[in-house]
């Protein structure tokens, strides 16, 4: 078959980029390894940035969002026993954030696919790319023992950090930047009460702990672990007693456990790829970056990046102009590095490190204090925390 642009990955990355285009009548297909139902058993992160929230509302799948997501203007820091409230409305001018689980993004992405009645094919194998060093690129995959070709003008590599698209691109012509932490988050997800109104992230002597919602009636919560640790040998009766340790007093009141129905282990890990285009390819979302999630920049960074890729897609395509594609890379990794900042230094900011020693853990003490006094660096944290413009820096 032919088409203008193969997606490769339907996760939110290759089915907001395809909803993008479609708006635009631009032909795509979206290409994916596994179903529908593993791709919504992933369970992510769920903090939405305004400039996503309205990249969704722009596709016309915001109607379940704005129902049922849950705007926060504010987040808590716990450390030496106590909160302090970083007013995230208060210190940007009015922006929030909005609390909305990936998987329901996800979820939204596909249901709107299907009623605009737009190919996918799940269950791909042996995704191969081919080509894409000039102009007529092509995709090569499996699906049920036959073989199938795409024909494209552009392949867009949304396929994750395991994906097959990165992997393609002569090594020679690719650059990482990776740092790996020595820990990982343990989480769990629980029908229960949220602790809190708003996102409490906590620094203890026991480690990191975060507490995060996904509705008023269902609650995600991590802690910091080694990363030697098994999943298997983490009852649910050992996260909530672990947990409860690394709270505050009114924290521990208000805990409400329950039955876990999701519990996972994630190591940590920043690391960036560039260029993110190569010839008539390019890269994006969790193809080309990875951040920590301390700062929940996962998702809104793939957003940003199918922002420009779109754009820059629609120009080529409507107005046969390729300054858009030409500076893609540019424009998503200061917007990206930007990102892996914030999350870097708050992961620094909130965990204990194993070789941090007695004057790393004082410096972290007084970064702590001084973040919540002073009202420079609160504001810092609050419009990191909001994601910054999608034209930030721009005179
Ligand atoms: N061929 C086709 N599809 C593939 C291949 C392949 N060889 N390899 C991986 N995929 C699919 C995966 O099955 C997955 O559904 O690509 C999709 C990539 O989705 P994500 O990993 O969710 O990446 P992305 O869409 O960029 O979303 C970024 O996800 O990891 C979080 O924190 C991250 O929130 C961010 C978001
Ligand atoms: C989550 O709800 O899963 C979540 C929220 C905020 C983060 C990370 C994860 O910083």
């Not at 007084?366 to 919540?372: C, G, T, V």
Request: proline residues 4%; charged residues 20%; glycine residues 10%.
């Amino acid at each position: 078959m032919k088409t203008q642009v193969a997606i490769i990955g339907a996760g939110p990355s290759g089915l907001l980029l395809g909803a993008l285009l479609h708006k635009a009548d631009i032909d795509h297909i979206i290409i994916e390894r596994q179903s529908p139902d593993y791709v919504l058993g992933r369970i992510r992160a769920g903090v939405l940035e305004q400039v996503c929230t309205d990249m969704l509302e722009e596709v016309g799948v915001g109607q379940r969002m704005r129902a049922e997501g849950l705007p926060h203007q504010g987040i808590e820091l716990l450390f030496k026993g106590e909160r302090h409230r970083i007013d995230l409305h208060g210190l940007t001018g009015g922006k929030q954030v909005m609390v909305y689980g990936q998987t329901e993004v996800t979820r939204d992405l596909m249901d709107a696919r299907i009623a605009w009645g737009l190919p996918a094919v799940y269950g791909a194998e042996n995704v191969s790319l081919h080509d894409f060093d000039g102009n007529t690129p092509s995709v090569r995959y499996h699906k049920d023992g036959v073989q199938h070709e795409v024909q494209c003008r552009f392949i867009a590599g949304c396929d994750g950090f395991h994906g097959i698209s990165r992997q393609s691109v002569p090594a020679g012509a690719i650059q990482e930047f990776e740092k790996i932490y020595p820990f990982g988050w343990l989480g769990v997800l629980a029908d229960v009460p949220p602790l809190s109104h708003e996102l409490v992230y906590c620094n203890t002597e026991r480690g990191f702990a975060l507490c995060s919602q996904r509705s008023l009636t269902r609650s995600r919560y991590y802690i910091q672990c080694p990363l030697t640790d098994k999943v298997e040998n983490w009852s649910d009766d050992a996260f909530w007693a672990e947990l409860s340790n690394r709270l505050d007093e009114q924290g521990r009141r208000n805990l409400v456990t329950g039955p876990s129905i999701e519990k996972s282990i994630a190591p940590l890990r920043s690391y960036v790829a560039e260029p993110m285009r190569f010839g008539s390819l390019f890269l994006a979302g969790d193809a080309a970056h990875i951040v920590p999630p301390t700062g929940a920049k996962g998702l809104n960074l793939a957003a940003t990046d199918v922002k420009y890729l779109s754009t820059a897609l629609i120009e080529y395509f409507q107005e046969n102009a390729s300054a858009g594609i030409d500076t893609y890379s540019q424009r998503c990794l200061a917007r990206i590095w930007k990102a892996e900042r914030f999350s870097w230094w708050f992961t620094q900011l909130m965990h204990r490190f194993p070789d941090s020693g007695e004057f790393g853990q004082k410096v972290q003490e007084a970064e702590l204090d001084y973040l919540i006094h002073s009202h420079a660096a609160s504001t810092s944290v609050a419009e990191n925390y909001v994601g910054l413009p999608l034209d930030f820096g721009k005179k």
